[in-house]
């Protein structure tokens, strides 16, 4: 199990109340959440081992610099994976990742990559099966069948986590998961900052990729207006053309070189974490 640990946090803060307290009174909503989301994940799936990917880049300058646009609302409005963490959050990040190296589960980032990038890393080097954890719809472009590899999406929460493999990806999408990619550059994502092409949506993306492919596909079919093409869209669909490539380049994940360290549980750590920041019971229901 890959878990994109950043949207679990997210999720955890929102979900729960800042109310809820360590023993010196700092919140600890989000470490509290973490953990039981990530357990009635695990109850629900079973996997021999956890992966938490951390996003030591949530916005990698080589992105922005293909689309300066990408995540470019998201620095100013401290919305989830932003810089502006809120700030009773920050504090709780380097703890979640404390307690889960001391349960045994390696916390993994590298420089330069997203979670996303590192979740990509693993699980196509994974030689079994793989369930991967994250509210990032870029993670449908990994969902496999024939490697076994499936993304349980969180949507609107844990408990009502959506499970895609290919057969839910096109129900969902109209596309195949390897041009889920070519879809999101088309129909544009607003929470990414991927403009997409004007007057071009979901269904009408998926369609145009259904008759032509791939992105390149399209913009190939947009210089001859071949039908479903209509005059306008191959219009826009060239104007956009250069711009939808770059944007092909930031979605893809980039699977970097990353390597998952061997972390054994600490039962001594636990005991001081469990103490120092309120979470006892969250553990003793962990282990249970
Ligand atoms: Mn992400
Ligand atoms: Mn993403």
């Avoid at 636990?270 to 979470?279: A, N, S, V």
Wanted: net charge negative.
């Amino acid at each position: 199990m890959l878990v994109d640990a950043a949207t679990l946090y997210f999720r955890a803060f929102h979900a729960l109340p800042t109310s809820l307290t360590d023993p010196q009174g700092r919140p600890n909503n989000a470490v509290r959440g973490f953990l039981d989301g990530l357990r009635v994940l695990r109850d629900a799936h079973r996997p021999d081992r956890i992966v938490a990917c951390w996003d030591e880049d949530w916005r990698p300058q080589w992105r922005v610099d293909l689309l300066p646009t990408y995540k470019a609302h998201r620095v100013a409005d401290g919305e989830e994976g932003g810089d502006e963490t809120p700030d009773q959050l920050a504090p709780q990040v380097p703890v979640i990742a404390e307690v889960l190296q001391a349960l045994g589960i390696p916390v993994v980032g590298a420089p330069a990559m997203e979670a996303d990038d590192v979740v990509a890393a693993l699980a196509l080097a994974a030689q079994e099966p793989v369930d991967i954890v994250s509210g990032d719809r870029d993670l449908v472009q990994l969902v496999s069948d024939a490697a076994q590899r499936r993304l349980l999406y969180l949507g609107t929460g844990v408990g009502k986590h959506t499970v895609f493999d290919e057969a839910a990806v096109e129900a969902a999408y109209g596309v195949r998961p390897e041009r889920y990619a070519d879809l999101a550059v088309l129909r544009g994502d607003p929470s990414d900052g991927l403009p997409g092409a004007a007057g071009i949506g979901a269904k009408t993306a998926a369609r145009y990729l259904a008759a032509f492919g791939d992105l390149e596909g399209v913009l190939a079919a947009a210089e001859t207006v071949a039908p479903p093409l209509t005059a306008a869209k191959a219009a826009v669909l060239r104007e956009a053309a250069d711009d939808l490539r770059s944007a092909l380049r930031v979605v893809r994940l980039q699977p970097g070189a990353v390597t998952v360290p061997e972390v054994p549980r600490d039962e001594a750590a636990l005991q001081r974490l469990g103490d120092r920041h309120g979470i006892t019971t969250a553990l003793r229901r962990w282990d249970a």
